[in-house]
T-cell receptor, first 115, second 110 residues
Framework: DADVTQTPRNRITKTGKRIMLECSQT?????MYWYRQDPGLGLRLIYY???????NKGEISDGYSVSRQAQAKFSLSLESAIPNQTALYFC??????????????FGPGTRLTVL | GQNIDQPTEMTATEGAIVQINCTYQ??????LFWYQQHAGEAPTFLSY????GLEEKGRFSSFLSRSKGYSYLLLKELQMKDSASYLC???????????FGTGTRLTVIP
């Protein structure tokens, strides 16, 4: 089984709809992240959480919200989706105690299309 | 803040050697990462350099020069499966997040 899973893997929705993307991990890591990836722009950080009681905004948090329901679960919500939120979304985890610095482990991604 | 520059695209021949460069600007340097990402898939960790010099891992090696703000990823004996994007990343200043470059898309041709 994959260590970091995301659901759904693909989603098509309409402008104005509320969407939730879910991420679960079995790695036992405290730190979780949400990124979006757009062609030519690379990976950009939306939100991150260092433990269940900690939520932090990233580079591009406007239009998004998150919930850390448990150590293993971190959800990303688009309250009112707009077309420029069409992108590939990745969840990632890390454990600062790892020897390789703060290596991040990524989920398989969710491809979101907003019409 | 941070800034990372990488070439957008590169092409190399199967069996050859290719070097992918990365220059970065960051305050409070705390290591540099390379990730590989096949099209439509998740990035996967390749290497981490925190000290100057060359780190070798099989066909892949990564080099760092902190004084020059420069790193490169060296891929030897290229295989078709090495066609992917290669992402250079540095930790965000004062945080445990990664700032990613836009990546270099490598195409390996027969």
């Amino acid at each position: 089984d994959a260590d970091v899973t995301q659901t759904p893997r693909n989603r098509i929705t309409k402008t104005g709809k509320r969407i939730m993307l879910e991420c679960s991990q079995t790695k036992g890591h405290d730190r979780m992240y949400w990124y979006r990836q757009d062609p030519g722009l690379g990976l950009r950080l939306i939100y991150y959480s260092f433990d269940v009681k900690d939520i932090n905004k990233g580079e591009i948090s406007d239009g998004y919200s998150v919930s850390r329901q448990a150590q293993a679960k971190f959800s990303l919500s688009l309250e009112s989706a707009i077309p420029n939120q069409t992108a590939l979304y990745f969840c990632a985890t890390s454990d600062l105690g790892q020897g390789e610095g703060n290596e991040q482990f990524f989920g398989p991604g969710t491809r979101l299309t907003v019409l | 803040g941070q800034n990372i520059d990488q070439p957008t695209e590169m092409t190399a021949t199967e069996g050859a050697i290719v070097q992918i460069n990365c220059t970065y600007q960051t305050s409070g340097f705390n290591g540099l990462f390379w990730y590989q990402q096949h099209a439509g898939e998740a990035p996967t960790f390749l290497s981490y350099n925190v000290l100057d010099g060359l780190e070798e891992k099989g066909r892949f090696s990564s080099f760092l020069s902190r004084s020059k703000g420069y790193s490169y990823l060296l891929l030897k004996e290229l295989q078709m499966k090495d066609s992917a994007s290669y992402l250079c990343a540095v930790p965000q200043t004062g945080a445990n997040n990664l700032f990613f470059g836009t990546g270099t898309r490598l195409t390996v041709i027969p």
